[in-house]
T-cell receptor
Framework: SQTIHQWPATLVQPVGSPLSLECTVEGTSNPNLYWYRQAAGRGLQLLFYSVGIGQISSEVPQNLSASRPQDRQFILSSKKLLLSDSGFYLC??????????????FGSGTRLTVV | GNSVTQMEGPVTLSEEAFLTINCTYTATGYPSLFWYVQYPGEGLQLLLKATKADDKGSNKGFEATYRKETTSFHLEKGSVQVSDSAVYFCALSPGTGRRALTFGSGTRLQVQP
């Protein structure tokens, strides 16, 4: 069966420090991968999505970046965190060649607090 | 572009009350519609989905019907439990293009014993 792993679960980082969040998927090949952010008390904002290795699409211009070095690995990074980067970050995957009816499976999330 | 609008919360109900959370959408083509649930401190879980007009998704006593004429996908449950307390997100996946989910802002449900 397919599983998605996301870590760390909780992170407290000072302003200006770097960030690396990792997400891996098991039990499937060539998934579509997504990073979402959920700010406190708000909905989910799509940050990045990827349909294949090295293919990254950015939805929101900001100081975050994403990379997909392997088929089932998706990394969210920042060189210098801002206070506004605080939030709950969720990784998700869906079937790569599937149609719109395929649901998404989400990781358990990383709660990032920038201090 | 695509968008999803949900009723604002929190919604506070007593146990065994009837629940409705409204959701309307704007999309081109023929999107699929989803409800996700987020329990405190956790990620999102798929609750139910519907892929075409007049489809009814159901799971754990929750139901939602894909109404193309009113562009709605309202979530209902006949008798809520304390364990249903969570944040509920309506979402759509467009019929074409990149297929990233577009979410509503979420509705917090609080069920009191």
């Amino acid at each position: 069966s397919q599983t998605i792993h996301q870590w760390p679960a909780t992170l407290v980082q000072p302003v200006g420090s770097p960030l690396s969040l990792e997400c891996t998927v098991e039990g499937t090949s060539n998934p579509n991968l997504y990073w979402y952010r959920q700010a406190a008390g708000r909905g989910l904002q799509l940050l990045f999505y990827s349909v294949g290795i090295g293919q990254i699409s950015s939805e929101v211009p900001q100081n975050l970046s994403a990379s997909r070095p392997q088929d089932r690995q998706f990394i969210l990074s920042s060189k210098k965190l801002l206070l506004s980067d605080s939030g709950f970050y969720l990784c998700a995957w869906t079937v790569g060649n599937g149609g719109p009816s395929y649901g998404y499976t989400f990781g358990s999330g990383t709660r990032l607090t920038v201090v | 572009g695509n968008s999803v609008t949900q009723m604002e919360g929190p919604v506070t109900l007593s146990e065994e009350a009837f629940l409705t959370i409204n959701c309307t959408y704007t999309a081109t083509g023929y999107p699929s519609l989803f409800w996700y649930v987020q329990y405190p401190g956790e990620g999102l879980q798929l609750l139910l989905k519907a892929t075409k007009a007049d489809d009814k998704g159901s799971n754990k006593g929750f139901e939602a019907t894909y109404r193309k004429e009113t562009t709605s996908f309202h979530l209902e449950k006949g008798s809520v439990q304390v364990s249903d307390s969570a944040v509920y997100f309506c979402a759509l996946s467009p019929g074409t293009g990149r297929r990233a989910l577009t979410f509503g802002s979420g509705t917090r449900l609080q069920v009191q014993p």
